[in-house]
């Protein structure tokens, strides 16, 4: 049957019906243990009771009304980001692209109201991925998503993470805005930077006048144990940090952070947003909020997160020709394989486990933050099977 769908997504052969906890069933009534979590998104797992109530409760009163009216549950939950976290405002839009974008802009503007218009570039890095909108895809530089999308926009490059040289000469260039980097990149591999590293970025900036941005997307909201990642090293947080994800537990939720000086520019008309910080969003956000930064959950990712990592490990040994590296930070962890990692993707479908993709060749496993022991063991089991599976295959080729 001929789809109606754009042909931008090449899909699993998994047609979802519901889910709930770690749990994801299909319509033909398979059953699979989700480490993809719709791409660490799904923080609390599927259906998870605390946000149907508050869904549901919320629908029941008001779905949307514009932003020229004021929504009591944005300064809500406002107020919990910032009583947590650097920062003074939030601005909320639908997705981690969104609040890329209004990072981005953020940064740009506070640069011409402080007399510096000149000041507009923004210095990323090799393997990141900041979103798809067309400012993200400039901002990553990946080239797969550049394509023959015409001319890339002035002001954005791309340095290497070990490029220390060029990243000094960067940031000291007089027409340099920002600075953005993702803590634990994800897409990129699941790689987790050093706090050496983040704190001579951080220094550089501060003594340039450089603001730094920390696309958080992936990364935050309990992700690694802390509520941010960066979280973990004293003294290193940004000027403007990108959140979303795991914000809203699965539904739509995007928010740009801002220190009250980086924030500056950001006055009336300078931004917007017709969806962004809708009445149903905030009432979920905040349920979500409330969940994920109880020490009982981020305790809980510490620990199963050791144990997955310690499970991994154990795998990576027994399986040398086809683990490579086991890499990350809490449930943002990557699996560097030696065989192609879209098979890899497929395989472990077969064996009822979702694991997603990566760059350099990594399959990460992104799990709620609610995974027990129990159901870490089972995706172990299962990965295991996979790689059994991969190398009999293999075997009987050669």
């Not at 000094?168 to 990129?188: D, K, S, Y």
């Not at 990557?334 to 065989?339: R, T």
Request: proline residues 4%; aromatic residues 6%.
């Amino acid at each position: 049957m001929p789809s109606h769908l754009m042909a931008v997504y090449n899909r699993a052969d998994v047609e979802v019906d519901r889910g709930e906890g770690v749990w994801l069933y299909s319509r033909d009534g398979r059953t699979f243990l989700d480490c993809v979590s719709g791409i660490a998104t799904n923080s609390l797992g599927h259906a998870h009771p605390a946000l149907v109530a508050a869904l549901h409760e919320q629908a029941r009163k008001l779905w949307h009304v514009s932003n020229i009216f004021r929504i009591p549950g944005q300064e809500d939950l406002a107020r919990r980001l910032t009583q947590n976290s650097f920062a003074d405002v939030v601005f909320f839009g639908n997705s981690g692209s969104e609040a890329v974008e209004c990072a981005l802009k953020t940064a740009r503007r506070y640069h011409a109201v402080n007399g510096s218009p000149e000041r507009i570039d923004i210095v990323g890095f090799a393997g990141s991925f900041h979103g798809r909108t067309y400012a993200t895809i400039n901002a990553s530089g990946n080239p797969d998503y550049l394509k023959d999308f015409g001319p890339r926009l002035p002001g954005y490059e791309q340095l290497r993470i070990d490029d220390a040289e060029s990243i000094e000469a960067a940031i000291r260039r007089p027409t340099t805005a920002a600075v953005i980097v993702e803590p634990v990149q994800g897409e990129g591999g699941a790689r987790a930077l050093s706090e050496q590293w983040l704190r001579h970025v951080r220094r550089l900036c501060t003594e340039n006048g450089v603001l730094l941005i920390y696309d958080e997307v992936q990364s935050g909201m309990g992700r690694t144990g802390k509520l941010f990642a960066h979280q973990w090293f004293e003294g290193l947080a940004p000027d403007i940090m990108a959140v979303a994800k795991a914000l809203g537990g699965g539904f739509p939720i995007g928010a740009c952070m801002a220190t009250a000086e980086a924030a500056k520019g950001m006055t009336f008309g300078a931004h917007g947003s017709t969806f962004g910080g809708n009445p149903l969003a905030m009432a979920v956000g905040i349920a979500a909020f409330d969940l994920i930064a109880k020490e009982e959950t981020l305790a809980n990712v510490l620990s199963v997160s050791a144990h997955l990592r310690e499970g991994l490990e154990r795998l990576a040994a027994d399986y040398r020709d086809i683990v490579e590296d086991v890499r990350g930070k809490g449930m943002l962890i990557g699996v560097k394989l030696i065989p192609n990692n879209r098979e890899m993707m497929a395989t472990a479908r077969g064996h009822g486990l979702l694991v997603a993709g990566g760059g350099e060749n990594c399959i990460r496993l992104l799990p709620p933050l609610i995974m027990t022991i129990e159901e870490a063991d089972e995706a172990l089991v299962r990965l295991d099977a996979t790689f059994a599976a991969t190398r009999a295959a293999a075997a009987k080729v050669a």
